[in-house]
């Protein structure tokens, strides 16, 4: 096997970095501070095995009790719980494509069977997904690469059907453009959800490595007892944590990107890309037919990193962060004059 | 199942902790100051995801190459990935026992089989476990929790003689009697060695979780590719890079500590407790036949925590982690006044 390739991380201040979705804005100041008056002594004493305050903390702010929440080291980590807790080798995982390729790599990983289905053009829900006889189905909402999201009704018809458990994966539905686009509160009802949040994208906190897992309480039991002990670091706990003790700092945040969101999706537009609806912190640009293998690497050369996937139908995609407002100037500038000489 | 049950993480500064060998002294002040300065927006990056400034330090004081050098999140992570990379359902997995019981729980997890064999009473290498036909043998050394350690030569003997790969576990090795007691040279010549260090004991970092994996190339890169794509997180990274820019402080402190250890060790035989030759922050100390639970209760109404095993053959014995030199007095008088009034 091959295992999860990353998007490239460069060393080096001159880099425009587009590539990994990554928030273009600081951490709250109260972060930063929170985490210096943690960084003491107490360092030497193990973390809190279960994260309760960090569980605690998100139960008051999403409103579910913290039995319902479990925490990783990153949202991937919780990926990896949810592959050895509940899909034994053999067993099916579905899940719509393109999408997270890290499903892919997990799933070899636990010798289970990946049971793909394509997306419609237009990135709505493929009405087979639902009958694949699937231990887990994965669902990235909004989805990357895409940025298109499924609205509550689909999930929830979504769960219904599925015969095992639903991940809905949210690493990025901060900036969906509608109020209410999470799944959060179906959990309540539905017995088979699972919703995962991220700290990397609307929080700013990619560096610290923590996610959150929104269930209910039997499954989170269910994965707790294949968390490794000590799973989140002391300091990640401490930033995730304060963190969600200023929300404003966020949402402040992610309306300035969902306005950049929006002005490089009409530039892109005006230089003759489709840009697929995003409810993300990137847009999936696409020049229909062509390869953009040239664009990216022209664009590399110039030191702004998109991001391109060598993957079948989607050589005519670029997938593009949405940076800070002059990230933005100096890609659409390029972008303009590529546009200007095709490469040969 | 029922997954792993890591000691008792009380809150509250008021307790003794001597339950889950930790170090009582503190990180080194150069390692407060690299993580005071990386605490900036640069948090909104991912780490690096294969932690290479972390595995360069390593390479460089440990006299490996980088490519022979895995980083994770504590060393339970990359205990986990061993049983992902080299363990299939029903594999057998041996060990000698008692031991570090996270071994069962991982084994569990992978559906692998436990083939644990017992250890003889003066603890040294029990002849069959090489006979095993194991896909991995483990071997903690020094051994939690018995503190005893298995010597070089007989260490290359097993890794020769196992069907498998060998994994010694050297989370305490630095804590060790004598010089020369780290199995890592030895990876130059035995194909089938992984060796695991970590940064929770002498390095005073518990609090951050990191440990390293020292192997043949060939067998960290089966190990790359089942590692979550950012699995250490940048200031757990910067963390362990600095203590490894500060080997004379985690010396210092070892040595305190062996001193302490051997007041302990002479303290508690005194009382008529057997204790095993430690090689690490602890020590097993027994009375034969007794069943110690009541003092190890006696002792947490004191505020004194040490830690109790519920397993068979280690109900006559506690494990208490070697803590500052007021604490250790503080134990021994408790244990003095124990003593007098035996418990009904």
């Not at 880099?15 to 929170?34: D, F, G, H, Q």
Request: glycine fraction near 8%; proline fraction near 7%.
């Amino acid at each position: 096997m091959t295992g999860y390739v990353p998007g490239e991380q460069p060393r080096g201040d001159s880099i425009i970095k587009l590539n990994t979705n990554e928030n273009p804005y600081l951490p709250s100041p109260r972060v930063l501070a929170a985490l210096r008056k943690a960084t003491n002594g107490s360092l030497r004493l193990y973390p809190e095995p279960s994260s309760d305050t960090l569980r605690s903390a998100a139960a008051e702010v999403y409103g579910v009790l913290p039995e319902n929440i479990i925490a990783g080291n990153g949202s991937d980590e919780i990926l990896s719980m949810l592959l050895r807790s509940f899909v034994g080798p053999g067993d099916r995982v579905a899940f719509p494509v393109p999408t997270y390729s890290l499903y892919d790599t997990l799933i070899e990983i636990q010798d289970g069977v990946r049971a793909a289905v394509d997306y419609p053009s237009d990135f709505s829900l493929p009405e087979s997904l639902a009958a694949q006889n699937a231990a887990l189905t994965f669902l990235c909402n909004p989805n990357a690469p895409s940025g298109t999201l499924v609205g509550l009704q689909g999930v929830e018809q979504l769960a219904r059907r599925v015969a095992g458990i639903l991940v809905v994966d949210e690493a990025y539905v901060d900036f969906a453009g509608s109020e209410g686009a999470s799944s959060l509160p179906l959990i309540r009802r539905l017995p088979n959800l699972v919703v995962l949040r991220s700290f990397s994208k609307s929080f700013s906190l990619a560096g610290m490595r923590i996610g959150l897992g929104f269930a209910p309480e039997e499954l989170i039991s269910g994965m707790m007892k294949v968390k490794d002990s000590y799973n989140v670091n002391r300091l990640s706990m401490v930033a995730a944590t304060a963190a969600l003790q200023d929300i404003p700092w966020m949402t402040r945040n992610v309306r300035r990107i969902q306005r950049s969101r929006g002005k490089l999706t009409a530039g892109l537009k005006r230089l003759g890309y489709h840009v697929y609806p995003s409810h993300a912190n990137f847009v999936l640009a696409q020049m229909k037919g062509a390869n953009l293998k040239g664009v990216y690497e022209a664009l590399k050369r110039k030191n702004i990193l998109v991001r391109y996937f060598e993957a079948p139908g989607l050589e005519d995609c670029l997938r593009i962060s949405v940076g800070a407002p002059q990230e933005m100037k100096a890609l659409m500038n390029e972008l303009e004059a590529i546009g200007r000489t095709p490469p040969p």
